[in-house]
């Protein structure tokens, strides 16, 4: 009888050790938090989410923001407690050598658009602002507006994916826009216009009362992505730009006539992420 209960009381002596001790352990990790420290003495706090041995270490830090660390950067990695991370410890943004591959964004975009049939060599020049958020896996989804200063100024509203393929400082990368582009001015019916449809042919006209509507723009392409700096980035695109817009005008015997014009311009652009 002695024996049993010795026993059992060893038993129960041994469950509440191990039961204290996860708990110690859980309440520990809690409240931790991964450390790397750079050679240059800044530190990143968060949570390390990928280690590529020898090469990068991928870390979230406090704000959400997801960032890559070269290994070469790196002097050690450690576990902090949140306190004295609160106490002694600030994040730091500027750190050279690491980019930024995931989180929200914002872009200025200047473009050059080309076609074969304008009068004049000098491409006409549009600009296009950005916001979204890029995936740590490379999907960029995010809005934009712009300007289009064409024969008449346009102003495009536009949902914009973009694809970027490496994590790395320098990328290729895919994108789409498109949406609804507003017309921002009528034609001067004082000018003669000439027009030229899908296939090319064109007219003169000059009547009065022209109006302008908007309509669908789509704007696919292929560019490269240069990460300067963990929040900066510089972007070089090719694409193409379709333009589908809605006219109407009296004509000379009072009869209101509808017309579609389309336009087909090659784009080359630069822009600036932050």
């Given at each position: 009888m002695k024996q049993i209960q010795k026993k059992s009381i060893l038993t129960f002596l041994f469950l509440t050790f191990l039961f204290v001790t996860v708990?110690?352990?859980t309440f520990a990790q809690k409240?931790?938090?991964?450390?790397?420290?750079?050679?240059?003495?800044?530190?990143?706090?968060?949570?390390?989410?990928?280690?590529?041995?020898?090469?990068?270490?991928?870390?979230?830090?406090?704000?959400?923001?997801?960032?890559?660390?070269?290994?070469?950067?790196i002097d050690?990695?450690?576990?902090?407690?949140?306190?004295?991370?609160?106490?002694?410890?600030?994040?730091?943004?500027?750190?050279?050598?690491?980019?930024?591959y995931a989180g929200f964004y914002s872009t200025v975009h200047l473009n050059f658009l080309k076609g074969s049939m304008e009068d004049?060599?000098?491409?006409?020049?549009?600009?296009?602002?950005?916001?979204g958020y890029q995936f740590g896996w490379g999907l960029n989804i995010g809005a934009g507006?712009?300007?289009?200063?064409?024969?008449?100024?346009?102003?495009?509203v536009v949902i914009d994916f973009r694809y970027v393929f490496r994590d790395s400082k320098v990328s290729p990368y895919i994108y789409l826009n498109g949406g609804y582009t507003f017309a921002l001015q009528d034609p001067d019916p004082e000018e003669d216009y000439f027009y030229y449809?899908?296939?090319?042919?064109?007219?003169?006209?000059?009547?009065?009362?022209?109006?302008?509507?908007?309509g669908i723009v789509i704007n696919p392409g292929i560019g490269f992505k240069f990460n300067i700096s963990n929040k900066n980035a510089f972007l070089l695109n090719l694409g193409y730009k379709f333009i589908q817009a809605e006219q109407s005008y009296t004509d000379w015997n009072?009869?209101?006539?509808?017309?579609?014009?389309?336009?087909?311009?090659?784009?080359l652009g630069v822009a600036f992420q932050f």
């Amino acid at each position: 009888m002695k024996q049993i209960q010795k026993k059992s009381i060893l038993t129960f002596l041994f469950l509440t050790f191990l039961f204290v001790t996860v708990s110690v352990q859980t309440f520990a990790q809690k409240g931790q938090q991964d450390a790397v420290y750079l050679k240059n003495g800044s530190i990143i706090n968060g949570k390390i989410i990928q280690i590529k041995v020898n090469e990068s270490i991928t870390i979230v830090n406090n704000c959400g923001d997801t960032w890559v660390i070269p290994a070469a950067d790196i002097d050690r990695i450690d576990k902090i407690d949140l306190a004295f991370k609160e106490k002694k410890i600030k994040d730091t943004l500027t750190i050279p050598r690491t980019f930024k591959y995931a989180g929200f964004y914002s872009t200025v975009h200047l473009n050059f658009l080309k076609g074969s049939m304008e009068d004049t060599p000098i491409p006409t020049p549009s600009i296009l602002l950005t916001a979204g958020y890029q995936f740590g896996w490379g999907l960029n989804i995010g809005a934009g507006v712009g300007i289009d200063l064409m024969e008449e100024s346009y102003m495009p509203v536009v949902i914009d994916f973009r694809y970027v393929f490496r994590d790395s400082k320098v990328s290729p990368y895919i994108y789409l826009n498109g949406g609804y582009t507003f017309a921002l001015q009528d034609p001067d019916p004082e000018e003669d216009y000439f027009y030229y449809d899908y296939y090319s042919s064109y007219y003169p006209y000059n009547e009065r009362d022209i109006k302008a509507y908007g309509g669908i723009v789509i704007n696919p392409g292929i560019g490269f992505k240069f990460n300067i700096s963990n929040k900066n980035a510089f972007l070089l695109n090719l694409g193409y730009k379709f333009i589908q817009a809605e006219q109407s005008y009296t004509d000379w015997n009072g009869q209101e006539i509808d017309r579609t014009l389309k336009y087909h311009r090659l784009v080359l652009g630069v822009a600036f992420q932050f």
